[in-house]
């Protein structure tokens, strides 16, 4: 079973930066593309930016230029580096992928934007 446990999150000044991490175990974690999601309240939950494990990106318009996802195959871990945030990027965060045709999520990590 894949457990996925994701940290970095907290209050942050509008421009500020965070950097997310997702550490995965319970799989062969550079096997599976990695994705981070995110969900506001009263909102459903949206994609925020994904990876393969050619290392192909790809990311929200609503994020591209701000955001940057990553993995390091070696440590088991994918991060979101987050840079100029905004309100709106206020939201939980979770890891996401999926092994076999099972779905795995992390707990969730929350990331606020506020003066």
């Known amino acids: 079973q894949v457990q996925l446990v994701e940290s970095g999150g907290g209050l942050v000044q509008p421009g500020g930066s965070l950097r997310l991490s997702c550490a995965a175990s319970?799989?062969?974690?550079?096997?599976?593309?990695m994705a981070w999601y995110r969900q506001a309240p009263g909102k459903q939950r949206e994609l925020v930016a994904a990876?393969?494990?050619?290392?192909?990106?790809d990311y929200a318009d609503s994020v591209k230029g701000r955001f940057t996802i990553s993995r390091d195959n070696a440590k088991n871990t994918v991060y979101l580096q987050m840079n100029s945030l905004k309100p709106e990027d206020t939201a939980v965060y979770y890891c996401?992928?999926?092994?076999?045709?099972?779905?795995?999520w992390g707990q969730g990590t929350q990331v606020t934007v506020s003066s």
């Open positions: 990876i393969t494990t050619s290392v192909r990106t």
């Open positions: 319970g799989t062969i974690f550079s096997l599976y593309n």
């Open positions: 996401n992928t999926v092994v076999r045709g099972i779905v795995s």
